[in-house]
């Protein structure tokens, strides 16, 4: 059974950092396309950055370029999301999602078959 488990959300300040991580279990996360997505209330679920399998690629948002790093650790199973200089506008709840289409890296949510119950990130003024 595939199961996603993101972390490391919580509260900040704007133009602090936040660590996110995804933890995978039920098959090898290395193998796969991989994403984060973040949804606010009232707003569409959106694209933040994606990855494809054994690193070759990247994918970030325009919104979050320069700001944001997606990460792996194949030897754990475990998706990063590093988060820095944070604005109001990051505020959110961020998912983890995985898919076997390299749409899901390239941010089209509905190429995820796999998705993570995800984790609130909010960043205040």
């Known amino acids: 059974q595939v199961l996603l488990v993101e972390s490391g959300g919580g509260s900040v300040q704007a133009g602090g950092s936040l660590r996110l991580s995804c933890a995978a279990s039920?098959?090898?996360?290395?193998?796969?396309?991989m994403a984060w997505f973040r949804q606010s209330p009232g707003k569409e679920r959106e694209g933040v950055a994606g990855?494809?399998?054994?690193?070759?690629?990247?994918f970030y948002a325009d919104s979050v370029k320069g700001r944001f790093t997606i990460s792996r650790d194949s030897a754990k199973n475990t998706l990063f999301l590093q988060m820095d200089r944070l604005n109001a506008e990051d505020s959110g709840v961020y998912y983890c999602?995985?898919?076997?289409?390299?749409?899901?890296?390239?941010?089209?949510?509905?190429?995820?078959?796999?998705w993570g119950q995800g984790t609130q990130v909010t960043v205040s003024e």
């Open positions: 999602a995985l898919g076997v289409r390299a749409k899901c890296a390239r941010l089209t949510a509905a190429n995820c078959s796999h």
């Open positions: 039920g098959y090898t996360a290395n193998n796969y396309y």
């Open positions: 990855i494809y399998p054994s690193d070759t690629d990247t």
